[in-house]
Nanobody, 126 residues
Framework: QVQLVESGGGLVQAGGSLRLSCAAS??????????MGWFRRAPGKEREFVVA????????YYADSVKGRFTISRDNAKNTVHLQMDSLKPEDTAGYYC?????????????????WGQGTQVTVSS
């Protein structure tokens, strides 16, 4: 079983920054074999892909809506993924969820991920 715990959400003004973290753990969790992703869901909207990272090679893939503003990174020693969010906009307001799945392909579809965190709320005021 894999446990994912997000942190770092909060309220920020437009143009500001937040840094989200996702700590992964589990007895059978081998981080070099997992892809980590971030998704978000705004009220009344479908869950949306944000970004994914490959643990082994550090490859990343961003949604167009966040490209150039968000940066994903990993700390393999701490089994943690970070999402640095800069130049935040009110439309970035959503619950942000960390997800994991085995393999190396950077999936952008939620149902391809096997494990999910409980989410952390990000609210951007105008």
């Amino acid at each position: 079983q894999v446990q994912l715990v997000e942190s770092g959400g909060g309220l920020v003004q437009a143009g500001g920054s937040l840094r989200l973290s996702c700590a992964a753990s589990g007895r059978t969790f081998s981080f070099s074999n997992y892809v980590m992703g971030w998704f978000r869901r705004a009220p009344g909207k479908e869950r949306e892909f944000v970004v994914a990272i490959n643990w082994r090679g550090g490859n990343t893939y961003y949604a167009d809506s966040v490209k150039g503003r968000f940066t994903i990174s990993r700390d393999n020693a701490k089994n943690t993924v970070h999402l640095q969010m800069d130049s935040l906009k009110p439309e970035d307001t959503a619950g942000y969820y960390c997800a994991a799945r085995s393999g190396s392909y950077l999936y952008t579809v939620a149902h391809e991920y096997d494990y999910w965190g409980q989410g952390t709320q990000v609210t951007v005021s105008s």
